[in-house]
């Protein structure tokens, strides 16, 4: 069991895993609605593939976990990506992992403090650790659904040994 320290983000840390959506973050910024607007234009790249599915967006209620959070599941969506925004005004975190063997890499777990003005798309096939708030909190969510089938063929969760995990420790 490792203790898992928390960073502060920014998109040069977090790329490899996703986009941290912040308007910052836009090169194109065009002037809009006769003046009145600013647009932030790409700031994050979605890929919601809808083969067999749809687009939507959805509220996540969030519930704050006890301290020390032991992180013993992870999972990834492996058809689309998938994007929080949070509504109220509170920082949350975010862990993710790369993959080794089709599994998520225990050794390259990073835990990340996320800004309350900022919010996350996960690339796919990232391994990440479901919402994480560090207050009763709800997020806006882009993803994609399919209510076809029984099955989710766009998540793939994985648990982690008995004595292979990882925790986040608030006091750290």
């Not at 050794?107 to 650790?129: A, D, M, P, Q």
């Amino acid at each position: 069991m490792n203790e898992l320290p928390i960073e502060t983000v920014n998109q040069e840390a977090f790329l490899h895993f996703g986009d941290i959506i912040e308007k910052t973050n836009s090169n194109k910024k065009l002037t809009i609605n006769q003046g009145t607007t600013i647009r932030h234009s790409e700031i994050s790249k979605l890929n919601l593939n809808t083969n067999n599915g749809e687009s939507y967006i959805s509220i996540f209620s969030g519930e704050p976990r006890k301290f020390p959070i032991e992180i013993k599941i992870l999972e990834k969506h492996p058809l689309a990506t998938q994007t929080f925004l949070p509504i109220q005004n509170f920082d949350w975190l975010v862990v993710v992992a790369e993959e080794k063997n089709n599994a998520p890499n225990l050794e390259s777990l990073r835990c990340f403090k996320i800004n309350s003005e900022f919010g996350v798309t996960y690339k796919t096939n990232v391994w990440h650790h479901p919402l994480l708030v560090l207050k009763k909190q709800d997020f806006w969510i882009v993803d994609r659904i399919n209510n076809k089938e029984s099955n989710n063929e766009n998540l793939v969760e994985f648990n982690f040994n008995e004595n292979d995990y990882a925790y986040i420790n608030l006091n750290t």
